[in-house]
């Protein structure tokens, strides 16, 4: 019923997993911390402060509301709020501004049917790290493949990984019937 690891001794302890869904923002400076989340479309921006031993990761659904409902209530949702409140979140637990590192995972473009939102994600968090002056040390953005992230905040380790859509039937290409020939008969 319950799973329970056994480790040789003196092995560190397994990391403590938490989920990082959309419309989060989470910080930890614990060395058991292992901040995780699955982006399609989504980004996650990854920051530490190799120092402080201190990170966060979040995960934001859109770059920026609509036109037409910006300068009303807050919407955790885009990443217009969610990149602000990640390095005021760090700072706020002793963080430094200067000594912040990034890392930038996500935007792919999974429905050829819907706008190039994924891609609009990716271009938004780049023009974030650069106007902050964030040092990016590795992204992986874009493509048409989800991607599943997990990130340990206290030492700034990443593993990304592609996953595949195995529920995706395969495209099939379209055949054009031959073209009728010889009588129709009407009734």
Do not use: W
């Given at each position: 019923m319950f799973e329970q690891r056994i480790l040789p001794p003196g092995s560190p302890p397994p990391p403590e997993r938490i989920t990082v869904m959309q419309g989060q923002a989470l910080v930890s400076g614990d060395a058991r911390?292992?901040?995780?989340?699955?982006?399609?479309?989504?980004?996650?921006?990854?920051?530490?402060?190799?120092?402080?031993?201190?990170?966060?990761?979040?995960?934001?659904?859109?770059?920026?509301?609509?036109?037409?409902?910006?300068?009303?209530?807050?919407?955790?949702?885009?990443?217009?709020?969610?990149?602000?409140l990640l390095v005021n979140q760090m700072m706020a637990r002793g963080a430094r501004k200067s000594r912040l590192k990034a890392h930038l995972y996500g935007g792919a473009n999974v429905n050829r049917n819907m706008m190039r939102i994924g891609s609009a994600n990716a271009d938004f968090a780049r023009s974030f790290i650069?106007?902050?002056?964030?040092?990016?040390?590795?992204?992986?953005?874009?493509?048409?493949?989800?991607?599943?992230?997990?990130?340990?905040?206290?030492?700034?380790?990443?593993?990304?990984?592609?996953?595949?859509?195995?529920?995706?039937?395969?495209?099939?290409?379209?055949?054009?019937?031959?073209?009728?020939?010889?009588d129709v008969e009407l009734f």
């Open positions: 911390a292992e901040l995780s989340t699955v982006l399609g479309s989504c980004v996650a921006l990854c920051l530490f402060d190799p120092e402080a031993h201190l990170g966060g990761m979040n995960h934001f659904l859109l770059a920026e509301p609509p036109a037409s409902t910006r300068g009303g209530p807050v919407d955790e949702y885009y990443g217009t709020y969610l990149m602000e650069q106007r902050e002056g964030i040092e990016l040390l590795r992204s992986d953005l874009g493509g048409t493949s989800a991607r599943r992230v997990d990130f340990r905040p206290a030492s700034g380790q990443v593993r990304c990984r592609h996953v595949e859509d195995r529920f995706a039937p395969p495209v099939q290409p379209t055949m054009r019937p031959e073209k009728a020939t010889g």
